[in-house]
């Protein structure tokens, strides 16, 4: 996985052990990501398949895409298709995925970039490879995440948010065993670049092979693991969680996680997602691309995006005009 790294990890802040009255977050539940596929049709694993919105709020729905080598002419994307009422926030770790919607944001993300568009309101946008790489093929992985937005911010503006591989704050674990890149929020005093309606934290951490991680986590905030690559171990009580794992953790004040002495020839450290925010608590409607709280504030959306009240695609030459609903 080409995300941002460094070579020395000692020349990075360490994170703080757990004290005196910390409480390591146990484990709740482990689930398998069922596979299936997205969009034109591109492979993905549902992340969140099996678990309680309850024990997910504020998050709704994540997708890890790929990882698949596409051959000359198989890279695929999604056409234009609606959004309101919540944020999506892709991360890209191999291959390259433009983006473009109806209210201006736009641009390509590649190797640990992150892009973060907050639908509100409502828009259109398309994701797809380039045509170049469409062409020549190759590897494509990254994840996308669905974040709800609480009540009073589900009609707010629009906006889209870049953000570079460079920009992410990066730390190390107290024995410099894993590396830590905070993508949003705050990690024991360290923050990342992604700007948040919801409070939340996002972290990609790669931990080597028999070292482990200690990660101090806002008790007011869920927390959730999820395995992108790998085998290792959650929480004191070491349940193990491998490649496809989502590990659903408790309350407490820190993430614990490590990483097997031995894995597999093609990954060379446990590599994972951790994921937590303040739970919203509100009702919650949610249909398609719509994310909203009650049934007619939904269906108030889908006739807004059939009058065209959520954009008009962008006239650029070559592109797709077709919009669809995405279920």
Do not use: C
């Amino acid at each position: 996985m080409p995300a941002v790294t460094v070579d020395d990890l000692t020349v990075l802040p360490r994170i703080k052990s757990p004290g005196l009255g910390d409480t390591v977050r146990p484990v709740a539940q482990v689930t398998e990501a069922p596979r299936g596929f997205e969009g034109e049709g591109f492979p993905v694993r549902r992340a969140f398949a099996g678990v309680d919105l309850s024990l997910l709020d504020p998050f709704i729905h994540m997708d890890q895409m790929g990882e698949v080598e596409y051959a000359p002419g198989e890279p695929k994307g999604t056409p234009w298709h609606p959004h309101r009422g919540f944020e999506t926030v892709t991360y890209m770790l191999d291959g390259l995925l433009d983006h473009q919607d109806s209210h201006g944001g736009g641009g390509s993300i590649t190797d640990g970039d992150t892009q973060w568009m907050t639908a509100g309101s409502g828009l259109l946008h398309i994701e797809a490879p380039p045509e170049w790489l469409v062409q020549k093929g190759g590897l494509f992985h990254g994840v996308q995440l669905w974040v709800n937005l609480p009540r009073d911010q589900k009609m707010s503006a629009p906006r889209y948010q870049d953000l570079r591989a460079g920009q992410v704050a990066l730390t190390t674990s107290a024995d410099a065993g894993a590396l830590v890149r905070i993508i949003a929020g705050e990690v024991d005093g360290q923050k990342g670049p992604g700007s948040t309606h919801t409070p939340m934290a996002m972290v990609h951490a790669t931990v080597a092979p028999s070292a482990g991680l200690d990660l101090p986590w806002d008790p007011g905030f869920n927390a959730l693991v999820y395995v992108l690559s790998g085998h290792g171990t959650v929480g004191l009580e070491k349940r193990p969680v491998r490649a496809g794992n989502l590990a659903v953790l408790g309350r407490g004040d820190f993430v614990t996680l490590a990483a097997d002495k031995a894995q597999e020839s093609r990954t060379a450290a446990l590599e994972v997602l951790v994921i937590g925010g303040r739970p919203i608590r509100e009702p919650l409607a949610w249909a398609g691309p719509f994310v909203m709280n009650t049934k007619s504030e939904v269906m108030q959306a889908y006739e807004d995006f059939q009058r065209g009240r959520m954009g008009q695609i962008p006239a650029v030459h070559g592109a797709p005009t077709q919009v669809v609903s995405k279920d």
